[in-house]
């Protein structure tokens, strides 16, 4: 076990039904710390640039359209194996798929409309973290 740091976005689905306290909830009783935060209205060119790796996939367009069909709120979380705790919060891409109980299952209708995004990796987790925040916007515990 180690302390790890990840991205999570909350999509604009989610923000557009105000469950981003009971996400954050979640969260923090999962033992996922928020260090870092911002609402941010996504650009193309963001949603682009964020999900470029899935660019030759033939959702790419719809997704980078719902990505900026609202506000999505962004947040480093921080503790013990985050990368993989906050996936296991989220539930299955699908949330047809995912387990009861997870964010996934609680609060998306569809593959395409999931209500959050976690990173994939901890090599990821510090891409995303460089892509939207900038070093003085991290806020580690000081208590
Ligand atoms: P995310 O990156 O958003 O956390 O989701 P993920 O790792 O669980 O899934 P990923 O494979 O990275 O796909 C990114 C997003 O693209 C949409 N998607 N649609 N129609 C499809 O087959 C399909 N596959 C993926 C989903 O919205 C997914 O969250
Ligand atoms: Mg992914």
Redesign the pocket.
Known sequence: MAIERTISIIKPDAVGKDVIGEIYSRFEKGGLKIIAAKMKHLSKADAEGF?AV?KERP?FGD?VEFMTSGPVMIQVLEGEDAVSKNRELMGA?NPAEADAGTIRADFAQS??E?A???S?SLENAQIETDYFFSADEICPRTR
Do not use: E, P
Request: hydrophobic share 35%; glycine share 8%; net charge negative.
């Open positions: 999900y899935h959702f997704l891409t593959i395409d999931n959050v995004h976690g994939d």
